[in-house]
């Protein structure tokens, strides 16, 4: 990238929320989320609480996380971490080891609360104190998870 498009460039990353799971370590994480991941709560920040307005509990969300105590310098991985499977790179696995490790994670949402802004969803395979970058409806989840 030329770097006068460097300058113009202003990122900014806003955390609007933190999961709140039984998952206290990379290690306990299942692979999957229906591998045994738990339901967790989402508590908002309360900047973001207006946002929350029109979420519809039983409806299925995309969740966006920023995985950070991901391997950000891993540009491959054994599949499933089982040395066994061949080695690929990681634009073409679900690892969270990769150099901006976000999270894609499709949830039913349980239940909201409204004070302190929170949100309960099932089955997200995170750790404990990860950010939430965004929530976004699931327009193609028209189908139960497996």
């Not at 806003?14 to 999961?19: F, R």
């Not at 370590?25 to 973001?48: H, N, R």
């Not at 040395?83 to 239940?111: C, D, K, Q, Y």
Request: charged fraction near 25%; proline fraction near 12%.
């Amino acid at each position: 990238m030329n770097s006068s498009l460097k300058s113009r460039l202003d990122l900014e990353l806003k955390v609007i929320g933190w999961v709140r799971s039984s998952i206290k370590s990379p290690a306990q994480a299942p692979k999957q989320e229906y591998e045994g991941a738990p339901d967790v709560w989402i508590d908002m920040e309360p900047a973001f609480k207006k946002a929350m307005h029109s979420l519809k509990p039983g409806a299925r969300y995309l969740i966006l996380t920023w995985l950070h105590q991901a391997d950000r310098t891993c540009l491959q991985v054994h599949p499933r971490g089982n040395p066994n499977n061949p080695l690929m790179g990681v634009f073409s696995t679900r690892s969270p080891a990769r150099p901006n490790p976000i999270g894609l994670h499709e949830v039913t949402l349980l239940e909201i609360r409204d004070s302190p802004p929170g949100l309960h969803v099932d089955h997200l395979e995170t750790i404990d104190g990860t950010p939430v970058l965004d929530i976004k409806p699931c327009l193609k989840c028209d189908l139960p998870p497996p």
